[in-house]
């Protein structure tokens, strides 16, 4: 009987939502899907993997990825302009977000671990920036455009046709007022807390914005983060953070429900400064500020606010970076490692990816990085963990976007200039071997 | 015994000489300008070099008196002047007019020798660079 109760709410709830309040653009199709009506949509893009450029990438760029000894680098799927990911719990379907229009799906369908099939998702919706999926341990899967949050629940189910139910959770043009959309920092990344609210990051689109921009800034959040319930009804929206500059990297510490972000930095200040950041959330509230503009990464302060004093509603609640990394890294996707197939230093560890400079007279990034915590769950070292995509003539290989762990604990890695995802794995008997070849096992 | 000694000595001295070129090769900081594209032939080739300085140069260069000037400098030409740059924004004619004689006042200055003043005047054009807000697209 219960069940039928909450069929009928789930049921009334889209219904209502469905008919209430779409936006432009594809509203009309977003309508159709959440009412659970067909399209006329057909199959979308499906990316052959099978290629000359599948065997180059194993060639040209595998051999030179660099890891601490058992671990080993194989392709996944090929997915042009692969960015953040989301992985399913049952099916094992990777969600690959891009800066363009496409959503990809990577299914491994014969159990091999790597994908099989590599195609579009939901075809007939019209993504405008599809960066971030995530998806939540009950299934649903969820999807922050640069200014609208798509819900679709039961995509695993539904995205083995081209028609899935498809629920704006944050209507189009209402992430951020429509007058603050622009190209810039427009790539949002989502995750689901501990308190089963859904955390979206809103990159600010300057380097540095005028002080007249703050005083809205801080209420949206626009350079920040904010949360609302994950169905659709009351969202009871809130910001979390300000003070970030473009954070496009999140996750929760699974052992104390802590949030920590990576946010990149200012630009024009030079080479070597301001450093890149990986930051712990102090609390979470539309109070807690995390430096910028004031600081332009670090304790660096910004040429812009350098005779500025800080306002002291933002210097009482500052929150400082955890690490500072390595300036014009552009940190980008993270997640915490809880499986159990990497080395036990590493469970519990966060793996951040550096897409890689774009305008550093010495190029750096380009790598996977690892931090481990202490004991109060604090930042205590971090160091490269994967790197050779960056060629010593300067040249990338490829650029890391995304880290996320794989239904068997191995690391899925996202490249944007490849267009393809990797999947790191550990073989401990591998490593006993390279450090003692005694141990080989014949 | 002498052909071995000869062998010994030309053995040594190809040592010492691919050692030197390696190790100036890993000195090397290579950024700006290089291009590696697929080939049909399945190659990633590079098919332009990139500038190239070396790990000393590159210190000296952060370590100079001229850094900021410099990198200011060049900062503002990329963001305001290189056409790339100066069609991310969306600059007034009268913003671009004002970034253009700060960034003028910045260079007579540093070149008389009055770089604080310089940078200043540098950063000034700067903030009106990173106060503009992006253009539509």
Known sequence: MKKIISLIISISTITFYSVS?????????????SSFQKTGAVRGVVIEQNTKFAENVKKNIL????????????????APDARHMAVSRNKGTVWIGTRKTKVWQA???DMD?????????????????????CYSADGHLYIAERNRVLWFPAAEYFMESPDTVAIPIIDQGQLIPEAEESYNHTARVC?????????????QPFNVAGPDKYPL????PIGGIMRFNRFPGDLQREVVAIGIRNSVGHAFNPKDGSLWFTDNQVDGMGDETPPGELNKACSLSAKTWYGH???????????????KQIPKEYADNYCKPQVEMVAHAADLGMMFYTGNMFPKKYQGAIFSAQHGSWNAVKPRGARVMVTYLDSKGNASKTEPFAEGWLTDMGTYLGRPVDVQQYVDGSLLVSDDKAGVIYRITYDGTKAAELIDPSKTIK | MKKIFYFFTVLFLTTLASETILAKESDKICGGGGLAVWTKDGEFKTV??????????????LNSKDYLCNYYQEYIWKESEREFGKKQYAYTEENLKKITILKDEGISLCKAGKRKEGEEKFIEAIRIISFTPPAKE
């Open chain 1, 21 to 33: 309040s779409f936006a432009a653009g594809d509203a009309e199709n977003v309508k159709k899907l």
């Open chain 1, 63 to 78: 051999p030179n990825i660099k890891m601490p000894a058992g671990f080993k680098i194989e392709l996944f799927a090929l």
């Open chain 1, 107 to 109: 299914t491994d369908r």
């Open chain 1, 113 to 133: 671990n790597v994908a099989d099939t590599v195609e579009e998702f939901s075809p007939s919706v019209k993504f405008d920036i599809p960066n971030g999926p």
């Open chain 1, 191 to 203: 995750a689901i807390g501990p308190d089963n609210k859904l955390y979206v990051s809103t990159g």
């Open chain 1, 217 to 220: 800034y801080d209420q949206v």
């Open chain 1, 293 to 307: 503009p004031y600081y332009g990464g670090g304790s660096v302060r910004t040429n812009e606010y350098k005779d």
């Open chain 2, 48 to 61: 332009r070099e990139p500038t190239c300085i070396s790990k000393s140069e590159y210190e000296a260069k």
